[in-house]
């Protein structure tokens, strides 16, 4: 193997060639890298560690281990499936997402670091009896929730049947028996019922921002997650429209919004429908997570 082959595995001229850990990972950056992969060791790191079923530290306690031909032909696959637009976490199949490791599929969105925080606002309110989590994809946010206050009851709804599908072995897997999962389209349905917690990362990519996205985000994650093929707003819109039937007199609604670009127009739409608002930055420092209340 050279740093411009494309076949990490074995081929004719380098079969009898032993390729350690250490061997992988110097190559596979190097690959990355020239690919334009972000954290391109780091990446390489975790595609090992999943062949050999290792945590990522014990690959430079074992970096002098050789790579049996399997393992090397099913890295040599997850390699391709990568420099090919594939994310990650796909091809690991588990995102982490508030110290746990959630299952995905192209069926939902990869978990980001940024939606932990609305699981943050809600740890600073009183622990909830009820909680509605819209949008549920892969169930991160229902699922930890529910971890979090296993003696509330979580309701968990997604106009997709394969998200939901993805989201219940999540619970199933995690421990979560504190979950009801429902299909339903928030934009024409609403639940029964009112709670104290309303938790909803909805699609809020604008038509105008789509083309801006990076290319593995526009086509290998759910649209349905992403865009609303409008102004961005409409599930704002929705959630100002019903938010008052969805809550309990002192319940919130915790929602991730498109940045400080977009808080202003989901304050103005929350504003006129009675509610305050509150938003808070993610470590970017850009607002990402707005917290809506009705009443006092």
């Not at 193997?1 to 032993?18: D, E, K, Y």
Request: charged share 20%; hydrophobic share 45%; net charge negative.
């Amino acid at each position: 193997m050279t740093a411009h082959s494309a076949n990490p595995a074995p081929t004719a001229a380098n079969r009898s060639r032993v390729w350690t850990i250490l061997d992988l990972i110097n190559w596979g950056r190097e690959y990355f890298e020239k690919r334009q992969i972000d954290n391109a060791r780091l990446e390489v790191e975790w595609l090992l560690a999943r062949v050999l079923s290792l945590k990522r530290v014990d690959l430079y306690v074992q970096f002098e281990q050789p790579l049996e031909p399997a393992e090397l032909a099913q890295f040599k696959q997850m390699v391709l499936r990568r420099v090919s637009g594939e994310p990650l976490q796909y091809i690991l199949g588990t995102a982490p997402f508030c110290e746990h490791d959630f299952l995905v599929t192209p069926a939902v969105l990869i978990p980001r670091p940024e939606s932990e925080i609305l699981i943050e606002r809600l740890k600073q309110g009183p622990a909830p009896a009820t909680i509605l989590d819209i949008g549920t994809g892969s169930g991160c946010l229902a699922v930890t929730a529910a971890l979090l206050y296993p003696a509330a009851q979580v309701t968990a709804v997604d106009i997709s049947h394969n998200a939901l599908e993805v989201a219940r072995e999540n619970a199933g897997q995690l421990g979560a028996a504190n979950v009801t999962f429902v299909e339903m389209d928030i934009l024409q349905d609403t639940p029964d019922g009112a709670f104290d917690a309303v938790l909803c990362n909805p699609p809020y990519i604008s038509e105008s921002e789509w083309e801006f996205l990076p290319q593995e985000v526009r086509e290998r994650e759910p649209e349905v997650a992403l865009r609303d093929r409008g102004d961005g707003l409409t599930f704002f819109r929705r959630l100002a429209e019903i938010g008052p039937a969805l809550l309990t007199p002192q319940g919130q609604l915790i929602i991730e919004i498109g940045g400080r670009a977009q808080a202003g127009a989901v304050e103005a739409l929350c504003t006129a429908a009675g509610a305050t608002c509150a938003f808070y930055p993610d470590l970017q420092d850009d607002l990402r997570v707005g917290v809506v209340k009705w009443g006092d």
